[in-house]
């Protein structure tokens, strides 16, 4: 069966880090690119960063700087490092994979990040 699990989420201080995971099970890993999307509550869902297949990498403006996305095929595994945080940066971080040859997507169950004193 098809999963996304996030992990990494957690309560953190201004100006914190944290390391968020997404490890894939049953898909081409290496075919997908996979993005970290965010909802804070009342808000639309916002795009954070995505890597491709390749390795290219973008990001949002707001975090740009304080966010590297990485991915790791071998363990099916994107990361994304978080630095600086702010009170805003606060929502439900959602990992998302696209097969690049075929369209298929799915999604993780979210993992919660607060960014409070």
């Known amino acids: 069966q098809v999963q996304l699990v996030e992990s990494g989420g957690g309560l953190v201080q201004p100006g914190g880090s944290l390391n968020l995971s997404c490890v894939a099970f049953?898909?081409?890993?290496?075919?997908?690119?996979v993005a970290w999307y965010r909802q804070a509550p009342g808000k639309q869902l916002e795009l954070v960063a995505e890597?491709?297949?390749?390795?290219?990498?973008d990001y949002w403006e707001p975090v740009k700087g304080r966010a590297t996305i990485s991915r790791d095929n071998a363990k099916s595994t994107v990361h994304l490092q978080m630095n600086s945080l702010k009170p805003e940066d606060t929502a439900v971080y959602y990992c998302?994979?696209?097969?690049?040859?075929?369209?298929?997507?799915?999604w993780g169950q979210g993992t919660q990040v607060t960014v409070s004193p």
């Open positions: 890597i491709t297949p390749r390795g290219s990498t």
């Open positions: 049953d898909i081409t890993f290496h075919r997908y690119r």
């Open positions: 998302n994979a696209v097969d690049s040859l075929v369209g298929t997507q799915f």
